[in-house]
């Protein structure tokens, strides 16, 4: 602590120290008694290298201040004093008189000058409507930019100005809301094969009416002299009439005629198919930052619920290409995503039937989850490579082992599936546009005319015109890639990487 004395005081306290000590002696009991705590009664702000000249109520004898390395003062006088800043932080300055009474106290806090850094910001960036405030060590800021990249330069211009000993809390907004557009491209490639074997026949004696049979393939129906005969799953209810299913998959071969006096049917079933599907879809959805945007371009379909005492009610779920997402804007340009992208259709596989109601399943390609890039940056956020084989035999034991004669036993069937899906997001930083730059797809339809049809067989007949427009992104972004002034996690690549990239090849070749 430092403890000055005037010197005028000091003089006038040693005239009336006699006349003073009894009265000292006296209180000395009840002072030792009594113990005060004074806090400061104000709080007062100054710049390094600056001060505030304080003048007291009454006339002082002592001063303290707690830290000489942040504040200190000057005495002027008996009734005033000069308190100034020396290094960032906050301090204690006591004055008290003669008798030990406090006469004025103050949380002295010292920073960087807020109109020094004022003036920067507007010389630096005049369109910025910046305030700044100190407190400790900690300058913070708030107001309205109108992009993330100023606000990121306005912090990098006070920590500049203030040093590393002060640290900056941006709080700025931006002036206009921000708008995202998502672009999610979903791609899937799915190769099917499937291969099936069986073999049905049965016999039949029209005198005494003896009939057998083995089913192993697709059902079918078949003469018998007589009467009906199972074989297949099938039952033959025609006695003059032969009738052969045709096979549900592949080719069936058929063969009809009389063996040692009995009437005999019999059907190969050979199958194999085959199936390539590719699944491409683009959503593409804008919303404000900090806001949540929906699509949904597919469908609804009825599903039925048992309400109880025989009453039943319709529930709808929805299916197709769906895309949720929120977009927050960062305050250095990046861009954080929560992101649900799904592609899903209605299938035979998996369906049920209830009460009466055949209720079909869905195949679903969902992905969900957040990640965060630049402006025109893409993302692949999911992706499957699924390779499946499955191989059934179907046999009667014993029977089907038999060597030759055992494949009138049994049936073989063969199944691969191989898939390749990949989901990827690529959002922008975008401004609205004139309505007359817009380009819509029915812009080039033109319906034909009668002639045109009969003519040319054309349904509809395209006008020329330009390709509809990409996204209009925020000035100072590249159409394609990240933008210079947005903060740009990888920067760029070196040339092997992009050679590595261009050799990526899918997981299977069709």
């Avoid at 602590?1 to 009894?22: E, G, K, N």
């Avoid at 002027?76 to 800043?85: A, D």
């Avoid at 305030?131 to 330069?153: F, I, K, R, S, W």
């Avoid at 593409?284 to 109880?308: K, V, Y």
């Amino acid at each position: 602590m430092s403890h000055r004395f005037v010197s005028a005081l000091r003089t006038a306290m040693i005239v009336v120290a006699p006349l003073a000590a009894p009265l000292a002696v006296a209180a000395l009991a009840p002072a030792a008694q009594a113990q005060s705590v004074t806090s400061p009664a104000r709080a007062i702000a100054v710049g390094l290298g600056r001060g505030e000249l304080i003048t007291l109520p009454s006339r002082m004898a002592d001063v303290f201040v707690a830290d000489e390395k942040i504040a200190d003062v000057q005495v002027k006088s008996t009734n005033q004093l000069y308190v100034f800043g020396k290094g960032p932080g906050e301090t204690t300055v006591y004055a008290s008189d003669a008798k030990g009474n406090v006469i004025w106290s103050a949380n002295v806090r010292v920073g960087t000058n807020i109109d020094s850094i004022d003036q920067m910001l507007h010389l630096a960036m005049p369109d910025a409507k910046v305030q700044t405030a100190t407190m400790n060590n900690t300058v913070l800021l708030t107001g309205t930019v109108g992009a993330p990249e100023d606000a990121a330069e306005a912090e990098r211009l006070v920590k500049a100005f203030v040093g590393e000993k002060m640290q900056v809390i941006s709080r700025l907004k931006m002036a206009t809301p921000l708008q995202v557009m998502l672009q999610v491209r979903i791609a899937e490639v799915s190769r099917t094969l499937t291969r099936a074997i069986g073999m049905n026949w049965a016999t039949a004696d029209a005198t005494s009416g003896f009939k057998f049979g083995v089913g192993q393939g697709n059902a079918f129906t078949q003469y018998v002299a007589g009467g009906p005969l199972l074989a297949g799953g099938n039952v033959a209810m025609n006695a003059t009439t032969t009738v052969v299913n045709s096979a549900t998959t592949g080719t069936r071969l058929v063969g009809n005629g009389k063996l040692f006096g009995m009437d005999v049917l019999g059907a190969l079933d050979l199958g194999e198919t085959i199936g390539l599907s590719n699944t491409l879809a683009e959503p593409n959805l804008t919303a404000l930052s900090g806001e949540t945007a929906e699509f949904l371009a597919g469908g609804e379909f009825p599903i039925p619920l048992s309400q109880g005492l025989g009453t039943t009610s319709i529930e709808y779920k929805k299916y197709g290409v769906s895309l949720s997402y929120t977009p927050t804007v960062l305050a250095n340009g990046r861009i954080s995503l929560r992101v649900r992208p799904e592609v899903s259709e209605l299938t035979t596989d998996g369906a049920i039937t209830l009460s009466g109601f055949s209720i079909p399943a869905l195949k679903v390609r969902r992905a969900e989850t957040t990640v965060e890039l630049g402006s025109g940056q893409s993302f692949m956020i999911a992706g499957l490579l699924s390779n499946s084989a499955q191989n059934t035999i179907t046999k009667l034991p014993g029977a089907g082992d038999l060597p030759i004669l055992g494949s009138l036993f049994r049936s073989t069937s063969f199944k691969k599936g191989e898939t390749e899906l990949v989901i990827v997001v690529t959002p922008y930083l975008v401004n609205p546009v004139d309505a007359k730059d817009i380009k819509l797809p029915t812009d080039g339809f033109r319906a034909a005319d009668a002639v045109q049809q009969l003519l040319g067989n054309q349904e509809t007949v395209p006008s020329k015109g330009e390709g509809r427009p990409m996204p209009t992104e925020r000035e100072g972004t590249v159409q394609g890639g990240p933008a210079p002034k947005v903060g740009d996690a990888s920067g760029a690549q070196p040339e092997k990487n992009k050679q590595a990239k261009a050799d990526t090849k899918p997981g299977f070749n069709l």
